[in-house]
Antibody
Framework: QVQLVQSGAEVKKPGASVKVSCKASGYTFTSYGISWVRQAPGQGLEWMGWISAHNGNTYYTQKFQGRVTMTTDTSTNTAYMELRNLRSDDTAVYYC????????????WGQGTLVTVSS | DIQMTQSPSSLSASVGDRVTITCRASQSISSDLNWYQQRPGKAPKLLIYTASSLQSGVPSRFSGSGSGTYFTLTISSLQPEDFATYYCQQSYTTPPYSFGQGTKVEIK
C-alpha cells in the first residue's frame, strides 16, 4: 500500500533553516509528484508547493518563493522540503502528500512533521 | 493565484441531518475541485475529487457537485464520525493549488 513516512519533529530558532523528509513506498515514485502542505496551530491548510519526482520540476506558491526549496532523491524514493529564514509564524505541522500534478489531488498523505520556531 | 472561499466557516448539526457546504473559486476552475475531511490531530483525507467523484472507500452519503466557480459538498445523513473540518481545494491545471479556509462541522 502507498505510504509516506515523514521525519520527526524539529525545534528551530528564528532565522534558521529546517529540512523535512518524506519517504515514499508502495508505488512507482517517479510516476507522481509530491505536494507540501502546512497547518499552523488552530488554522487551516496552506498549500506550499509541488515537485515532480519524474523530472524535478517545481511550483511554489508565491508566498514561499525564495525561501523554500523542494527536492527529491529517486535513489531512496524520498522527497525533501527545506524552509529557510524561519520565523515564529512558520510554526506548523508540515505534511507531504502524493499528487500527480496536473489537475491532480492529494490522495495519500504523510503523518505530518511539527516544526516549532522559537527563540 | 486562485482564491477559494468556503461557507459557512462553521455549522452545528445533529446526527441524521443533511448538511451542505459551499465553495466558490475566484475564477473558473472547470471541475478541478476536491474535498477533504480532517479530524483533530490527523492528516487530511480525500473525500471527493474532480468535483463529484467519490474516493474509494468513502461512504456514499458524501457527494459533490458543481463546476466553474461554484461547488457544493453534501452529507446526506450526518453520522457521528463526520464531525470534523472540511476543506475544498482547487487543482486547476498546473500548480500552485489552494485550499478554502475550512468548514468545521460540530455537534448540535
Amino acid at each position: 500500500q502507498v505510504q509516506l513516512v515523514q521525519s520527526g519533529a524539529e525545534v528551530k530558532k528564528p532565522g534558521a533553516s529546517v529540512k523535512v523528509s518524506c519517504k515514499a513506498s508502495g508505488y512507482t515514485f517517479t510516476s507522481y509528484g509530491i505536494s507540501w502542505v502546512r497547518q499552523a496551530p488552530g488554522q487551516g491548510l496552506e498549500w506550499m508547493g509541488w515537485i515532480s519526482a519524474h523530472n524535478g520540476n517545481t511550483y511554489y506558491t508565491q508566498k514561499f518563493q525564495g525561501r523554500v526549496t523542494m527536492t527529491t532523491d529517486t535513489s531512496t524514493n524520498t522527497a525533501y522540503m527545506e524552509l529557510r529564514n524561519l520565523r515564529s509564524d512558520d510554526t506548523a505541522v508540515y505534511y507531504c502528500a502524493r499528487n500527480r500534478g496536473y489537475s491532480g489531488y492529494e490522495e495519500h498523505w504523510g503523518q505530518g512533521t511539527l516544526v516549532t520556531v522559537s527563540s | 493565484d486562485i482564491q477559494m472561499t468556503q461557507s459557512p466557516s462553521s455549522l452545528s448539526a445533529s446526527v441524521g441531518d443533511r448538511v451542505t457546504i459551499t465553495c466558490r473559486a475566484s475564477q473558473s476552475i472547470s471541475s478541478d475541485l476536491n474535498w477533504y475531511q480532517q479530524r483533530p490531530g490527523k492528516a487530511p483525507k480525500l473525500l471527493i475529487y474532480t468535483a463529484s467523484s467519490l474516493q474509494s472507500g468513502v461512504p456514499s452519503r458524501f457527494s459533490g457537485s458543481g463546476s466553474g466557480t461554484y461547488f457544493t459538498l453534501t452529507i446526506s445523513s450526518l453520522q457521528p464520525e463526520d464531525f470534523a473540518t472540511y476543506y475544498c481545494q482547487q487543482s486547476y491545471t498546473t500548480p500552485p493549488y489552494s485550499f478554502g479556509q475550512g468548514t468545521k462541522v460540530e455537534i448540535k
